[in-house]
Each structure stands twice: as C-alpha cells, then as structure tokens.
C-alpha cells in the first residue's frame, strides 16, 4: 500500500537560509509524486510534481524537489526562504494518474526574521 | 484564473443532522475529488467521481456519505447523519484530465456537535 511520511512536523528557518523538508514514501511501483504548499484559510496549492524523466524537478516560488530511489525520498528545496514561504507543506503519492492522492501529514514551517 | 470553490466555508450542525458540502470544479474539468483533514492530521481521500458515477472510494466513505452532480457546474458531498468524528475540513479537487493536476478548493470546515 502507498504511504507517505514527513518526518518533521515543525520547521523553523530564518529568513534568507536554506530550508529542506523531507518526504519519504512506500510504494511498490514507479510513484508519482507532489508537493503542495497551504497557506492558513487557503486550500491546497501544487508546488511541483515527478512523473517521470528528470529527478530533479523545479516548482513554482522557487521551490525544487529530488527524487531519490534508492532512498524512497522526495525532498522538497528552497535555497533562500522568504517570510511568505510560512505555511504548511504536504508531500502527496499517486499511483497513477487520475488517483486519488495519498498525503503525509505535513510539515508546518515557521519563518523567523 | 478559474479556481475551485466552496461553500459555505464553515458549517457547524448537531450531531445526526444531514449536511451538503457544495463544490464547484472548474468548469471544464471532468474528475472530481473529496478529500478530508481532521484537526492535526493528514489529508485523507474520500471519493472521485468521474462520468457521473463513482470511480474510487476509500474506507471512510461508507453509507453515512454520497456524492452527486446534479447539475453541471456543481460537485457535492452528503453526510446522512453526521457524527462527532466527521468534524473536519473538507476539500473538493477537480481535475481536467487524469494526468493533470488536481486544483483543490479553500476547503469547509464542518464542525459536529
């Protein structure tokens, strides 16, 4: 069975340095995978997505994100945090495409001056 | 930018009480989704639906939930007689093709009594 884990439920990171949240997930075959970005009273924004080809993948606002096989990870990059980055992250699993997503339980990042 | 919505952003009913959370994907989209958050917790899948009729469900959508598109701009959920645990933030999420992306709505927080 698909699952997703985010192991850091709280990040904190001042603003300028670099931030790194980590997604690891389980699945028996090639995942596809995301990450969305949701801001208090927002709904959930795409980030970036791996479908295939390329591991390394960029996102909007900056963002990056690797796949790492070996590691059954996908973590998510953003080399200078900005204060409007501070929002809640979740890392999400597909099967296929037209599945239903299987989150994590995401990372609350918290960004200092 | 077309965007999904939702509606009403909070409900709040007694406990057995019937309740309809309202969705409406964005217009040209043909796969729909609920999904919910309880407090603390992870997103969690409920149910797509696609060409009038359910393609997957998950455990927690039993008896108690349906979903319909009475008509062709809106996407709903049903809980028959809520319970204390059905209290959550619900999300609908529409999709133009299966390998698009999802674009999820701000969300209802519906709150048992």
């Known amino acids: 069975a698909q699952s997703v884990t985010q192991p850091d439920i709280h990040i904190t990171v001042s603003e300028g340095a670099s931030l790194e949240l980590r997604c690891n997930y389980s699945?028996?075959?090639?995942?596809?995978l995301f990450w969305y970005v949701q801001s208090p009273g927002q709904g959930l924004q795409l980030l970036l997505k791996?479908?295939?080809?390329?591991?390394l993948v960029q996102g909007i606002k900056g963002f990056e994100a690797e796949f790492k096989r070996s590691q059954s990870s996908f973590n998510l990059r953003k080399p200078s945090v900005h204060w409007s980055d501070a929002a809640e992250y979740f890392c999400a699993v597909g099967g296929n495409s037209g599945y239903a997503l299987n989150f994590g339980k995401g990372t609350s990042l918290l960004v200092t001056p | 930018e077309p965007e999904v919505t939702q509606t009403p952003s909070h409900q709040v009913t007694q406990m057995g009480q019937e309740v309809i959370l309202r969705c409406v994907p964005i217009s040209n989209h043909l796969y729909f989704y609920w999904y919910r958050q309880i407090l603390g917790q992870k997103v969690e899948f409920l149910v797509s639906f696609y060409n009038n009729e359910i393609s997957e469900k998950s455990e927690i959508f039993d008896d108690q939930f349906s979903v319909e598109r009475p008509d062709g701009s809106n996407f709903t959920l049903k809980i028959r007689s809520t319970k204390l645990e059905d209290s959550a933030m619900y999300f609908c999420a529409s999709r133009a093709t299966r390998e698009g992306e999802q674009f999820f709505g701000p969300g209802t927080r519906l709150t048992v009594l």
């Open positions: 791996y479908f295939s080809g390329d591991t």
């Open positions: 699945y028996g075959a090639t995942p596809y």
